[in-house]
């Protein structure tokens, strides 16, 4: 496609509005009542809507024919990570001032921070094998099925928020709802390709 590196530097620094719209608040002192309450749900939402469109490239391109779409996958998922980090940087840091032992507690107690730590953790390796080298390193195969743990990642996410919120569940479930027509389209192609093949 021969306008695509425009597309991508477009989508590149339209990636980082959340991010500047945050630095933004807190320089004009608008970040409410709880600052460190709202930059936590900022990054943490960010990040799954990252997630999510993350996982929506796939079906989309299939959908649509576009085969471009495949090469903004990789971009969406290291900002997913990097919102994340920023959730996770928010929460040790700005919450628990690096306070190692409550933090663990926190973990073990408090089942959407157990959750939510274990989406964090697993999202580090598929950050560090995002790179072209080490797609050759682990072969195909290896990665792919490395990659997968993307689906995983976004389950857990959702129930972080979910069990965050605890109450008014609304946010949480539009989110369960966008993943589960993202992982059901992804079962139903797969079970297509599957009867095709016998």
């Not at 608040?25 to 749900?41: K, R, S, W, Y």
């Not at 539009?174 to 599957?194: D, E, S």
Request: hydrophobic residues 55%.
């Amino acid at each position: 496609m021969r306008h695509f590196p425009a597309i991508k530097i477009i989508v590149f620094f339209a990636c980082l509005v959340p991010l500047g719209r945050l630095i933004g608040a807190g320089i004009n002192n608008q970040l409410g009542t709880n600052p460190i309450e709202f930059v936590t749900h900022s990054t943490g939402e960010w990040t799954l809507i990252f997630l999510m469109l993350t996982l929506g490239i796939t079906p989309l391109r299939q959908l649509s024919g576009w085969s471009w779409l495949i090469k903004l996958r990789r971009m969406l998922g290291l900002y997913a990570f990097f919102y994340a980090s920023l959730h996770f940087i928010t929460y040790i840091w700005l919450d628990q001032f690096f306070d190692v032992a409550t933090i663990i507690k926190d973990v073990i107690k408090r089942p959407f921070i157990t959750v939510g730590f274990a989406a964090f953790i697993l999202l580090i390796p598929l950050a560090i094998t995002s790179t072209d080298a080490m797609l050759k390193k682990l072969g195909g195969k290896r990665w792919q099925k490395l990659h997968r743990l993307i689906y995983l990642i976004a389950i857990l996410g959702v129930v972080h928020f979910w069990w965050l919120v605890k109450k008014d569940i609304t946010e949480p479930l539009i989110y369960a709802v966008i993943l589960a027509i993202l992982l059901g389209y992804r079962v139903v192609r797969w079970r297509h390709k599957t009867n095709q093949g016998q």
